[in-house]
Nanobody, 118 residues
Framework: QVHLEESGGGLVQPGGSLRLSCVASGSIFRLFNMGWYRQTPGKERELVATNTSAGSTNYADSLKGRFTISRDNAKNTVYLQMNSLKPEDTAVYYC????????????WGKGTLVTVSS
């Protein structure tokens, strides 16, 4: 069982930056594919970015160039660097851990709220 906890959300002005962190505990972090997703009220949760156990990354097309996912296996942490933030980036951001062999989602964090507003 892996437990995930996100942090780093908050209020930021348009054009600003934030870095989200997701710390994993309870299992072998390096064996999991990690992902960031986001959700706004009334909408489905959508993919932001993923980082596989092998270090490959994938992004939602609309976010390429502004968001960067990275991981530090020594710290059991996955990060999401968000730059040039827009009001439409306002959402609750969640991280998840995916079994790299079965592709089953092992866990979701509780989320961290990002609000982009002047």
């Amino acid at each position: 069982q892996v437990h995930l906890e996100e942090s780093g959300g908050g209020l930021v002005q348009p054009g600003g930056s934030l870095r989200l962190s997701c710390v994993a505990s309870g299992s072998i972090f390096r064996l999991f594919n990690m992902g960031w997703y986001r959700q706004t009220p009334g909408k489905e949760r959508e993919l932001v970015a993923t980082n596989t156990s092998a270090g490959s990354t994938n992004y939602a097309d609309s976010l390429k160039g502004r968001f960067t996912i990275s991981r530090d296996n020594a710290k059991n942490t996955v990060y999401l660097q968000m730059n040039s933030l827009k009001p439409e980036d306002t959402a609750v951001y969640y991280c998840n851990a995916q079994n790299r062999l079965s592709y089953e989602i092992a866990s979701w964090g509780k989320g961290t709220l990002v609000t982009v507003s002047s």
